[in-house]
């Protein structure tokens, strides 16, 4: 019933700026906690910075300084400057999204977008 999309990737050199958007879409939710996650070609997939309905977030070491997560009702943000080629990967939104009716809470995928950082 709900879907996140993802959208903002794209091929940058290094030291390039990229801001993701994660959509959430659909009835009859909230969106509480959510993600940023990313997996690169032959890796496992690493959370890269999270953030709750209440505004805490979290980053990856690799990124602090680097990147910035935000929010706002039905959409989640990660701004991403000083991009590095170890960088590049596939990014993922992950959200826990809330059923308004039943109040019962479900962990939603989007279906990711490819952040490429080379000369």
């Known amino acids: 019933q709900v879907q996140l999309v993802e959208s903002g990737g794209g091929l940058v050199q290094p030291g390039g700026s990229l801001r993701l958007s994660c959509a959430a879409s659909?009835?009859?939710?909230?969106?509480?906690?959510a993600g940023w996650y990313r997996q690169a070609p032959g890796k496992e997939r690493d959370l890269v910075a999270s953030?709750?309905?209440?505004?805490r977030i979290n980053y990856a070491d690799s990124v602090k300084g680097r990147f910035t997560i935000s929010r706002d009702s039905g959409t989640v943000y990660l701004q991403m400057n000083s991009l590095k080629a170890e960088d590049t990967a596939v990014y993922y939104c992950?959200?826990?999204?809330?059923?308004?009716?039943?109040?019962?809470?479900?962990?939603?995928w989007g279906q990711g977008t490819q952040v490429t950082v080379s000369s």
């Open positions: 953030i709750t309905l209440g505004g």
């Open positions: 659909g009835s009859i939710f909230r969106l509480n906690g």
């Open positions: 992950n959200a826990q999204v809330m059923n308004t009716v039943y109040f019962t809470e479900y962990n939603v």
